[in-house]
C-alpha cells in the first residue's frame, strides 16, 4: 500500500534560513530605496505566512494581508490578529474585491501565477499610488512569460501547480500599460539570486531576480531609472 503524503509545514518552508535571508536582503533593499511608504494603506498580495507584513506596520501603514492557501490565511491570522487577513487568489481573483490602497505590495508572488497577465491588471485597479514588484525572471531581450511547472503541494508555490518566469522586459511593458511611469532601481538586493550584470546569463539553473517600482504619479528619486537597465549594482 502506498503512504499518504506528508503535508508540508509551512513554517518549516518560511522560516528556514534560505528564506530568512532572501527576506532580509530583499526588505533591506526596499528601505534603502526611500521611497514614501510611511503611513500609507497597503494590500499585501500572497503573503505566506507574513513575514514581511511587519515592514510595513512597523511604518504605521495601514494594512490589508491576503493569501491563497488556507493553512498559510491560519497562520497570518494567528501572527496578526489587529489587521485584516483575507484569502485572495491572484489566479482567479474575487471580482468583488474592489478597494483602492495607496500601495499594492507584490514581492515574490508573480512568477507563481499562471495568468500573471490579469493579476498585474488586477492589482494596478486595486493601486492609488504605487505597485511594489518583486518577481523571479528570465535573461532575454524578449517579450515572453516563459510558463513553468511547480509543486502546488508546497505552501510557497503555485497553487494551481502552473507558473511562470516572464523576462524583465515582459514586467515592465505590461505594467507601463497601467501605470504612467515605471521604474527598476539602479541597485540590486544583496544577494546571489538578484543579478547585477544582465549582459551575462548565469551558467547554473538558479534563479534570477528583478525588482519593479510601478507609479501613478512621477517619482523623483536617483535610485530609480525609468529603464530596464542591462548594469546595476548591489546597494
Not at 494594512?63 to 488556507?70: H, P
Not at 512568477?111 to 491588471?121: K, V
Not at 515572453?144 to 511547472?149: D, E, F, G, L, Y
Not at 514586467?171 to 539602479?186: A, G, H, I, S, T
Request: contains cysteine.
Amino acid at each position: 500500500m502506498s503512504q499518504p503524503q506528508k503535508s508540508i509545514s509551512p513554517v518549516g518552508v518560511f522560516h528556514s534560513d534560505h528564506y530568512q535571508r532572501h527576506n532580509q536582503r530583499r526588505l533591506e533593499h526596499l528601505a534603502s530605496l526611500g521611497l514614501d511608504i510611511a503611513g500609507t494603506s497597503v494590500l499585501e498580495v500572497r503573503a505566506g505566512i507574513g513575514d514581511h507584513t511587519s515592514f510595513f506596520l512597523d511604518r504605521g501603514c495601514q494594512v490589508v494581508s491576503t493569501e491563497a492557501r488556507q493553512e498559510n490565511l491560519e497562520i497570518l491570522s494567528s501572527r496578526y490578529p489587529n489587521i485584516q487577513v483575507r484569502h485572495l487568489d491572484l489566479d482567479n481573483p474575487d471580482p468583488s474585491f474592489n478597494e483602492l490602497f495607496d500601495i499594492v505590495y507584490c514581492y515574490g508572488l508573480l512568477y507563481h501565477l499562471q495568468n500573471p497577465t490579469e493579476a498585474i491588471e488586477f492589482m494596478s485597479r486595486c493601486c492609488r499610488k504605487m505597485l511594489l514588484l518583486e518577481t523571479c525572471v528570465s535573461f532575454g531581450d524578449e517579450e515572453s512569460i516563459n510558463p513553468c511547472t511547480e509543486m502546488a503541494e508546497s505552501p510557497s508555490q503555485a497553487v494551481s501547480g502552473q507558473g511562470c518566469r516572464p523576462t524583465r522586459k515582459w514586467v515592465y511593458n505590461q505594467l507601463k500599460r497601467y501605470f504612467d511611469f515605471v521604474y527598476m532601481p539602479v541597485t540590486q538586493p544583496n544577494h546571489e539570486e538578484f543579478p547585477i550584470d544582465w549582459t551575462s546569463p548565469p551558467s547554473t539553473r538558479a534563479f534570477t531576480r528583478s525588482v519593479f517600482i510601478a507609479s501613478k504619479q512621477h517619482l523623483n528619486n536617483q535610485l530609480l531609472l525609468e529603464d530596464i537597465p542591462m548594469k546595476q549594482k548591489y546597494h
